[in-house]
């Protein structure tokens, strides 16, 4: 038997909306590094216009500095549920924790290296 389709809903999509706007919203007011990243995000838009990068750079540095985002919101909602699920300390949660934390390293790293290989010529 199909499972019945939901019909569309201009309201369901609007709540969605809603939604991910409050998430966003808890996102920065409880999250100490978003100022980091929002940091970081700000300095490379104003050398971004500052320097008038070409399209190509440009769209380089979206991408990068949407993966930094979207891996440290990842990384918030895993220790998120963690702590949810085990609130005492345990190793296993340590190492899952750590791990979610390593890939927003590896995401800033990426995106850092971007920016230096846009924007080293164009400060020389």
């Known amino acids: 038997m ?8 201009l309201q369901q999509r609007v ?3 809603r939604f991910a ?3 966003l919203k ?9 100022r980091i990243h929002l940091a970081g995000t700000i300095a490379a838009a104003i050398a971004a216009w500052w320097f008038h990068i070409p399209a190509g750079e440009l769209i380089a540095l979206v991408i990068v500095i949407g ?12 220790e998120k549920i963690m702590d949810h699920l085990s609130p005492d300390q345990h190793d296993e949660v340590r190492i899952i924790k750590d791990l ?3 890939a927003v390293l ?3 790293l990426t ?7 846009i924007f080293i010529p164009k400060f020389l």
């Open 111 to 117: 995106a850092l290296g971007t920016g230096l290989i």
């Open 15 to 17: 709540n969605s909306f």
């Open 2 to 9: 199909k499972p019945q389709q939901k019909t569309f809903s």
């Open 67 to 78: 993966f930094v985002w979207a891996a440290e919101i990842f990384n918030t909602v895993i």
């Open 106 to 108: 590896i995401a800033a």
């Open 26 to 34: 808890q996102f920065f007011d409880q999250e100490h590094n978003t």
């Open 21 to 23: 706007c409050d998430g």
């Open 100 to 102: 979610s934390a390593g």
